[in-house]
């Protein structure tokens, strides 16, 4: 089975730091491009950051140079270091698996760990 959890949220001040883990299982790891998405009281869903399997990475705009995205193949991990939180960031943070085939797509969903910034 496949499985994806997050963790390393928490409460923290503006200015601070976090930095969210997801572990993947039951995938060929290297090959999916990996994603963190967030989604806010009364918001929908958004995109954070992504890495292809071959390395290259994209971000929100709001998320540019304060979060960073990476993962470790050998250890099946994706990461989200998060410098210079806002009280805006305040979400619960998703770990994201994507493999796109053509005629055949996998998408799959952690459970989710909550970050709050606040003073």
């Known amino acids: 089975q496949v499985q994806l959890v997050e963790s390393g949220g928490g409460l923290v001040q503006p200015g601070g730091s976090l930095r969210l883990s997801c572990a993947a299982s039951g995938i060929t790891f290297s090959r999916y491009a990996m994603g963190w998405y967030r989604q806010a009281p009364g918001k929908q869903r958004e995109l954070v950051a992504t890495v292809t399997s071959g390395g290259g990475t994209n971000y929100a705009d709001p998320v540019k140079g304060r979060f960073s995205i990476s993962r470790d193949n050998a250890k099946n991990m994706v990461y989200l270091q998060m410098n210079s939180l806002k009280p805006e960031d305040t979400a619960v943070y998703l770990c994201?698996?994507?493999?796109?085939?053509?005629?055949?797509?996998?998408?799959?969903w952690g459970q989710g760990t909550q970050v709050t910034v606040s003073s």
């Open positions: 994201n698996a994507r493999l796109d085939l053509g005629l055949n797509a996998f998408n799959y």
